[in-house]
């Protein structure tokens, strides 16, 4: 993987007017960079065994902590069995709560509306624009530090983006790129949004996944300082991406006022 740094927003700006693709490129958002590139569902394995240990490596091989003798700590199965049997009780608890005549839903849609609403998945959020990747990491980032009571004062710290190339390389190996169509995530349309899902009993992030396959050169890893916060969330304002772009329902709106009057 590739990494590059950017401490003012223009110069990420240009990097970004600079680098036109032919192929598709996909783009994700994170305020720490020291977080797994890992779903929700991905994370709660990563935290087993020390993975919550501020030491513990969590990119492929993870210090061997699921391994024992050379094989995997855990049967074969365990972790596709324990998501199905998981993803069974949110539609059994979802049923008669869709409204009149739902649309039959396929497993992946059912993973994409669960992840609407908060279920713990093991699908991976991007977009295609690197603006809305950037809105909410350093939205994010913003937030915790308005909450800390420093008044946004730069520290040195950092947001991590992240830009995957979709070409030949990408899908296979249990990597998918989906794009469900449920009619309750009108949100996915405002934020150009799809997912990637790493379906693996050996690999729980994308990063250690696509190093270690060979695949390390479609991904890259951009840093950008604390100190491109205001100038960055000023121009994505200017551009006309704030919340109510982005959450188009009452959670934006309240988001939104929350974000002008600086309640987060």
Not at 69 to 89: A, C, H, I, V
Request: hydrophobic share 35%.
């Amino acid at each position: 993987m590739e990494t590059k740094q950017f401490k003012q927003w223009n110069e990420f700006r240009t990097f970004i007017d600079n680098d036109q693709q032919i192929l598709p490129v996909y783009w994700r958002g994170q305020k720490d960079p020291s977080w797994a590139l890992a779903s929700r569902f991905e994370r709660l394995i990563l935290n087993l065994n020390g993975g919550w240990k501020p030491t513990a490596r969590n990119v492929y091989p993870y210090d061997e902590r699921y391994v024992r003798n050379g094989k995997p700590f855990w049967e074969s199965g365990f972790y596709q069995g324990m998501r199905d049997r998981y993803l069974d009780t949110f539609k059994r608890a979802a049923s008669g709560l869709r409204g009149p005549n739902p649309a039959p839903l396929d497993p992946d849609q059912w993973w994409a509306l669960g992840r609407h609403h908060g279920l713990i998945t093991p699908l991976l959020d991007w977009t295609e624009s690197p603006y809305i990747a950037a809105f909410f990491a350093l939205t994010e980032l913003r937030t915790e530090m308005l909450s800390q009571g420093n008044e946004l004062r730069f520290q040195g710290r950092e947001i991590s983006l992240y830009r995957l190339f979709h070409n030949e390389q990408l899908e296979g190996n249990g990597l998918r790129v989906l794009r469900p169509t449920v009619d309750e995530l009108g949100r996915m349309q405002g934020q150009r949004g799809l997912f990637t899902w790493l379906d693996s009993e050996r690999y729980f992030e994308l990063r250690g996944f696509l190093d270690n396959t060979g695949k390390g050169n479609i991904l890259t890893q951009i840093l950008i300082s604390d100190q491109a916060l205001l100038d960055g969330l000023q121009d994505l304002k200017t551009h006309g991406i704030d919340y109510r772009l982005l959450l188009p329902d009452l959670d934006g709106a309240a988001r939104h006022a929350n974000a002008i009057w600086d309640f987060g």
